[in-house]
């Protein structure tokens, strides 16, 4: 988390204040972390409680998570059209920031067009040849991604 945050605030463009991590429980050195680099902090210590109990379906938990960081993040950022997910464990490229406001107009342009992703699982310097090409894909990449608040609603 810590390499991370540092990666992601050494890209052009983001500002501290429009960052938030969001936390599934209260683990003491992720918070650390997150207070340390003085950033926003959300921590889901409701638990869970599906069919009255917490589960162990790693799946559900991650999906629980996931609305509770969304709905945080949209409730935060009231007026934004949309927002940029991070996993914890990535290092991001400088240009990280500026992908996604050069190529979020695509959103607008091609209704089947859901989100945007910044990972590529073939994304290494020996595969990529054109670093202007896109790829469309119909499965999730998930790991650094924008979503429309449209589409989030």
Known sequence: L???ISSLLAVRGVLKENIIVSQDGNNKEVSDIVNNNQLKLFQNTQGLNLRGGATSDG???IALHYK???SKAFEQFSTAPCIIIIEDDLLLSPDFYEYF?????ILELDESVFLLSAWNDNGFQEKAKDPYFLHRTEFFPGLGWLLPRQLYE
């Open 59 to 61: 799946a559900s938990r």
């Open 2 to 4: 810590s390499e991370t």
């Open 68 to 70: 509770f960081s969304l």
């Open 101 to 105: 406001i050069s190529n979020a107009n």
